[in-house]
């Protein structure tokens, strides 16, 4: 088990999440359709419209937490003294399986006779995190064994499941892009980096998701199947799509080494997807894009002494270690419109702490902290990329998240699918924390342990899935009339009182 240290500065992340690149097909191409899942629960009150919810996206649409997919919770939790007393499921909780659920009368969305999720059995896929005793995070399990390392075999990665044999509703691929959606047929690679040009071998720790889930999920589906041609074989009467995130994450983790996709390619691959599903005879709803570096997985350099304030440093020592910081990031091109990622962040905030005795016996800041990164560096995990993010990086990024989002909006518009401006509603709880549910005091905010987030600081908390799941119903009912029931405030009150990655 991996265990590294938890703050609760402004926006930090546990993690290298989700990202993508290396497609294995680009052709189109009409595959075999595969046996359809039972459409809606029988006897529930889906039906036209909402008789077969289809989810295309990534790892929000497919319901990830903690950075990882699970479809039962694990009681009692196996870390000894977490303040967590059970390992939570996180497919369940995901936007899609609420919006489910809401269409089909209530209908639970782990159930295995009729669930709509590719439920992936204990103890999940990916890197299940959980907070240890001593204000850490550590992981249950192991990278590249058990069902992390079954699936990346098409012939073993059905085992990772709870319902090998369903066909699932919800396509939904962790870490895809919005091309990689409508044109990977397979993983890029072994779960070690085994078969990535020499390059990318590097990167591989961030490029695991979408790789490790691609069979899991698809494998129900004839081989060579892209997750838009599984989705389109559905014959969906309603998509939910949220597509884009992975595109401006794999430019961001690798510092830019990883070209952006040009806003104009993203407004063709988004109107591709859309008009695929219409043809299949859906009905289609699109969400936009949060603004990622506000999230809670990036700090701003900016904000460096605030967090180290709030990580325990003296307030006599902030600023001449802040100072004693910022030249060491310069090295790296990280000035004050830089960000830290939490990886980097706890770097730096460890080689802070240790330095911290020397400086008060009387040791210059600058000198003791020169010492520490010097070690750092020299250690086996030094400073690198995917610990920041350039000055340059991230101001390109932040152009690109509002042209990608003008992309969507055009594209939606020019198909007449329905808009979910979810974008306007992350942005209403930066600047209004504690406003946005009727749960007074309890949420929500963008900082880490704000309650938006769960411990990975990308993928909502479950109430944040919730605020998720009512837009994109509002903008269902609202475009085409339908009437699924949003999830009301009673409700949400429920959610949040259960939700242990809300602060109570």
């Known amino acids: 088990m991996r265990e590294v240290l938890l703050r609760t500065c402004a926006r930090t992340l546990v993690g290298l999440l989700a990202l993508s690149f290396g497609v294995s097909g680009c052709g189109g191409g009409t595959k075999a359709a595969a046996p359809l899942p039972p459409g809606n629960v029988t006897g529930a009150s889906g039906s036209g419209l909402t008789a077969r919810i289809v989810g295309v996206g990534d790892s929000l649409t497919a319901g990830e937490q903690s950075e990882a997919l699970l479809g039962a919770t694990i009681s009692p939790n196996p870390i000894a003294g977490s303040p967590f007393p059970i390992v939570p499921e996180t497919q369940g909780n995901g936007y899609y399986a609420l919006i489910w659920s809401q269409a089909n009368g209530g209908a639970d969305p782990l159930a295995l006779a009729t669930s709509p999720l590719p439920l992936m059995a204990p103890p999940g896929l990916g890197t299940i995190l959980v907070p240890t005793s001593t204000n850490g995070l550590t992981s249950i399990t ?130 591709n997807v859309i008009a695929s599903l219409q043809g299949a005879g859906a009905k289609v709803a699109v969400a936009n894009l949060v603004d990622v570096l506000g999230t809670a997985q990036f700090t701003p350099v900016a904000a460096l002494p605030a967090a180290l304030g709030t990580s325990g440093v003296p307030s006599a020592l902030q600023a001449p270690i802040a100072s004693a910081v910022g030249t060491f990031l310069a090295g790296f091109n990280v000035g004050s419109g830089g960000y830290l990622t939490l990886t980097g962040s706890n770097k730096i905030l460890t080689v802070v702490q240790g330095a911290i005795p020397a400086i008060e016996q009387g040791t210059p800041p600058a000198t003791a902290l020169a010492a520490g990164f010097a070690e750092l560096q020299a250690s086996a995990t030094p400073f690198a990329v995917g610990d920041y993010v350039s000055d340059s990086v991230a101001a390109n990024a932040a152009a690109l998240n509002a042209a990608y989002n003008s992309a969507i909006a055009a594209a939606v518009s020019k198909r007449g699918a329905a808009l979910v401006d979810v974008h306007a509603t992350f942005v209403q709880a930066e600047q209004a924390p504690g406003e946005l549910l009727p749960v007074t005091g309890k949420c929500c905010s963008l900082l880490y342990g704000g309650g938006f987030f769960s411990l990975d600081g990308l993928h909502p908390s479950n109430t944040a899935y919730a605020v998720v799941a009512n837009l994109f119903i509002a903008a269902i009912d609202g475009t085409y009339g339908a009437t699924i029931p949003t999830i009301s405030a009673s409700q949400l009150a429920t959610i949040n009182a259960t939700d242990l990655y809300s602060p109570h």
């Open 142 to 271: 192991t990278p590249c064994a058990g069902t992390n390392g079954a699936a990346f075999s098409r012939s073993t990665a059905l085992t990772a499941r709870l319902n090998p044999t369903a066909t699932p509703l919800d396509v939904a691929i962790p870490g895809q892009t919005l091309h990689e959606a409508l044109y990977q047929t397979q993983p890029t690679g072994t779960c070690t980096g085994a078969g990535l040009p020499t390059a990318l071998a590097g990167l591989n720790a961030i490029l695991n998701a979408e790789n490790q889930t691609f069979y899991p999920i698809l494998g129900t589906f004839p081989a060579g199947t892209t997750q838009v041609q599984a989705a389109v074989s559905l014959q969906p009467t309603l998509a939910l799509v949220w597509l884009g995130s992975n595109d401006l994450l794999k430019y961001l983790f690798t510092n830019g080494a990883v070209g952006p996709t040009s806003a104009a390619a993203f407004q063709t691959d988004m109107l």
